[in-house]
């Protein structure tokens, strides 16, 4: 695999999450930028597939099959014609493994782009670091503080399976298949953040989501200055519209069931990064702490290394 390095070489860049990390906002701004070419979760869709088709995932996991279910409702309005990403560049999952996206993203990139930024989750490539492209790239990763991550994925889990009880009864753990599958390491971000270092780069671009909402023009700034792209103000506001990610690249059938489901909504609508209103919870809830310990080694080794506002 080519090492990180500053040549001509079209630029292809990576940010790699952990769910509910603020990403899918900062893919969205990215989006807007002069010369990008968007990629959406392709190995995330690749790790759907493989769990959609593992004939143990619901004995393991018997509330996916709502999940399933609400992926089947998004194809049926995809078959229908009755969704708002028609025309642009979105494919059907069922054209995703982890060879097919790996050619994909070797590709040189689409007229008139200047880079390629693909937005992740590490867990979608844990387990298949071959399967990375063999091209030039920029790994960069986005973490945020575990408390409020843990409080983000109770919501959704809470939401997917359709829970209709108190959410302080709700019990995430680390019994879900964002975490638990026989496939996935504990901490699937900070395994791959060891593994860029000693492998591709020693010091690859970590920013924190906090430092991101707080000091936008300062990290965003930042953020382009270390992968080549030329900062504009501009940046710092984009189209509410979600019209627009039609124009990304990645599973059509995620990004409808996403809509329908109201998964991506703060993201999808959002026009710019909102200061946060309060500081990390010191605590939160039982049902939480358990998911949240999964990450506390890797956010604080990872944080030590973030780039910093001024």
């Not at 309005?77 to 097919?100: C, E, P, R």
Request: proline content about 6%; charged content about 25%.
């Amino acid at each position: 695999m080519a090492a990180n390095g500053t040549s001509s070489a079209p630029k292809k860049i990576f940010m790699w999450v952990n769910p509910r990390s603020l990403s899918t906002s900062f893919e969205k701004c990215v989006g807007f930028m002069d010369g990008a070419q968007t990629w959406h979760e392709p190995y995330v869709t690749c790790y759907f597939n493989l769990l959609f088709n593992d004939p143990d995932t619901f004995t393991t996991f018997p509330k996916m099959k709502t999940f399933v279910k609400q992926f089947y409702n998004a194809q049926k309005l995809i078959d229908a014609g009755g969704h708002l990403y028609q025309g642009g560049n979105l494919t059907s999952s069922k054209q995703f493994n982890h060879d097919w996206v790996k050619d994909q993203l070797e590709k040189p990139l689409a007229e008139g782009k200047s880079f390629m930024f693909i937005k992740d989750a590490a867990f979608g490539i844990d387990g298949y670091y071959d399967k990375l492209p063999e091209v030039e790239a920029k790994h960069t990763f986005l973490i945020r503080h575990p408390h409020r991550v843990a409080l983000s994925v109770r919501r959704l889990l809470s939401h997917l399976v359709e829970y209709g009880g108190k959410m302080e009864d709700f019990e995430i753990g680390s019994g879900h298949p964002f975490m638990a599958w026989e496939k996935l390491s504990p901490d699937p971000m900070y395994k791959l953040w060891n593994y860029v270092r000693e492998n591709i780069d020693p010091n690859p671009i970590v920013i924190d989501a906090d430092d991101l909402q707080n000091h936008p023009e300062q990290m965003l700034r930042k953020y382009c200055e270390a992968v080549g792209i030329p900062f504009k103000k501009k940046y710092l506001k984009w189209e509410k519209s979600d019209e627009s990610l039609k124009y990304f690249y990645g599973a059509l059938d995620q990004l409808v069931w996403g809509k329908n489901e109201g998964v991506y909504d703060a993201a999808f609508l959002s026009s710019s990064f909102l200061p946060l209103n309060s500081p990390v919870p010191e605590t939160i809830p039982d049902n939480c702490i358990g998911y949240a310990n999964e990450f506390q080694e890797g956010y604080k080794k990872m944080y030590e290394t973030r780039i910093k506002p001024e």
